[in-house]
């Protein structure tokens, strides 16, 4: 009996042992898998971590870094071979890590600047003469000439027309005043100095309280709320050109597009909020069309101001730009931007260095060509025989890299270096499209340039008062920009425009800043 005892005794510890054991076991791997949940989590955090720092970094360098987006091969670029390119088709291939031979390349003997003579401003021509007394017994050798630039200050001139009015014969004679728009008539305001306050506000970006200290120091006195009524009436005038300036960047085939963030006053809640202007760029007609609805950025926006056109549009990788192009019935194809991909990788080079140089070296190769095709003033025919011969190769190559980056583990999706090589990877398509047409460019600075005065703004007046007051911002840009694409002096334009008594048989296509 008592051995039997013994024998269950030791069955019981055993199977109590067992199931220690078992419980120990799964006490383990409930550890390791605790283990591998909090690797992965602080894998997870690292990674966010290191994502914010990119971020911070890429933040402050935006704000107090360099804004010049030149590479490092591109700065350095001079130091070595040039390509060569002859209208014979002769190219040797790329040598850009070779040093050049110093034998064939001798400096150049510095030659002073010539001096600037300024001879587009007014001349005032004045003679210097020597004291009488001293001229007494002298004779005239020669004559020196040297100039000062004089700075006269701008001035308000009030001009009274005092009309004569005779009779004769029952009827009265009387002049005629120099023509003003009719809605200029009672504001007491010539159409020059209308000119004059939009081409301060809106080409040199001064804001009414600045001007209106102006006008104070010229002595007139102006009111602010007159000033910014003379604004509105002066734009509005302007209304039926803006629009024949948007018939005509729509004739076009080739657009560049762009949109940038305003600040706008929302009368309901009192404070400015964050809205949206829309850039249109026709460079073969050389105009520019701004867009304003309410602040939108959806795509309705855009895709209405496009719905008669039909051609290409050149575009940064915004969803809305990117729908158009591929769903409107194949009316219109979207170019991406070479610029924006470059931009990527510029902001990425702190994050991956080696990648972002490589991607970079050879972005620069193609703008090294289109530089080149564009100093040779090639005509578009040759520039896409060249682009077909020289860069197509290049595109090859960097399809081939994205292709094995963005497979590459050690490069991760969250990463600023990943983030570029997405975009870019997903934009190349859209980028092929350069190879259609000799005249398309192979980014968006079009657009963007257009765009900049508009943030330049404003930096200085803050905001647009309401939705109303931003329409006619883009009313008044649309004219500015076609101005300068043009060369023709703003103010000079106004003035004429302003003045311009209207004819039988006259359309707004005749005014057209061209």
Known sequence: MKRNHLNDFLVEQIKNKDSQIEGLNQLISSLIEKIESLEKNICSYENLVKELRDTINLL?????????????SENSERKYNGEKLSSKGTYPKEKIEEKPDKKSNPRKAYKRPERRTYDDIEEKIEILEPDAEELIGAKFVRSEKSFRLYMIPAKIVKVIYDRRIYAKDGHLIMPKLPYTPEEFYRRHADPSLMAGILTNKFLYHLPIHRQLNMFVNAGAKIARSTLYDWCGTAIDALEGLYYSIRSEVLKGNYLNIDETTISVIDEDVHHAKKEYMWGLVNTRSKLTFFAYEDGSRSRNVISNILESYIGTIQTDGYSAYKSIGENENNKIQRLSCLSHIRRKFLESRDNDRENSEKALGII???????????????HPDKIREYRI??????????????EKSISNPKILDETLIGKAISYAYREFKALTLIFDDGFFKADNNAAERAMRPCKLGMNNYLFFGNHESARRGAIIYTIIESCKLNGINVFEYLTDVFSREPQPGETYDMFLPK
């Open 60 to 72: 402050n360098k935006r704000l107090y870094g360099s804004k010049s987006e030149k590479s490092h």
């Open 364 to 378: 620069d190769k193609i703008y090294r060509l289109e530089r080149f095709f564009r100093k040779q003033k090639f």
């Open 389 to 402: 011969r020289y860069v197509v190769p290049i595109f090859h190559k960097f399809k081939n890299w994205l």
